[in-house]
């Protein structure tokens, strides 16, 4: 009884199918027009569910790499901040040893003094000065070469105690290209160029700064 029940209601809803005008939906039986409602209802829902999805997946990839650049900014001060006193510490050490750098280093005035010093050590340790000759000086960013010909005469001990004496100045002072030449009576000559350097002063820190810029 029940099966024939069903399928003579089944027979009942299909028929309300058959002979639908699809231009007047609005003279459609109950049934037809309840199943286009939930054909077009789910339609519309599908149809809103997927397209926010969509832009809701682009912001979230978004904020996902927004998260990572962040994790990675706040790793790295994290890590700054930790070695924040073994940093400050290193920065004194540095401020030191450039402050120990500059004491070694003359200024424009001090220069004349420094270059008396050198030649008065020849003379000191017997030497006989025949040239003493300072040259064009070799401008660098923040100081200058000044180099220097000296010639004198002597011995070999004189030669050395000269050199220890100039080694042991608070200034930055060096020997270079030494010669040795023998001469009448046993005596020798000494040639080498002393290089010396010093502070530039301001005008002329801006002009080497300048003059690279303006040449290229």
């Not at 199918?17 to 939906?25: E, N, T």
């Not at 049934?31 to 286009?36: E, I, T």
């Not at 926010?52 to 996902?64: F, M, T, V």
């Not at 160029?193 to 820190?205: N, Q």
């Amino acid at each position: 009884m029940n099966q024939n029940f069903l399928m003579s209601l089944f027979s009942t809803i299909a028929a309300q199918f058959h002979g639908l005008d699809s231009g007047k939906p609005s003279t459609w039986p109950l049934v037809p027009r309840l199943f286009l409602l939930l054909v077009l209802y789910g339609l519309t829902v599908g149809i809103l569910w997927i397209s926010p999805l969509s832009d809701y997946a682009n912001e979230l990839e978004k904020s996902i790499e927004k998260e990572n650049t962040l994790r990675a900014e706040f790793t790295d001060k994290l890590g700054k901040a930790a070695n924040l006193n073994l940093l400050k510490k290193q920065r004194d050490e540095v401020a030191i040893t450039v402050e120990g750098l500059e004491k070694q280093l003359p200024n424009n005035t001090e220069m004349s003094g420094l270059l008396l010093s050198i030649s008065q050590m020849g003379r000191g340790q017997h030497l006989q000065p025949e040239l003493f000759k300072p040259e064009e000086p070799i401008f660098k960013q923040y100081y200058a070469i000044i180099p220097v010909t000296f010639r004198a005469k002597g011995d070999y001990h004189d030669f050395a105690r000269f050199a220890a004496d100039v080694a042991n100045l608070p200034r930055i002072v060096n020997l270079s290209n030494l010669t040795i030449t023998p001469r009448d009576e046993g005596a020798l000559t000494l040639e080498t160029t002393v290089r010396t350097y010093r502070y530039l002063d301001p005008s002329e820190v801006a002009a080497q700064t300048k003059g690279p810029k303006e040449g290229k």
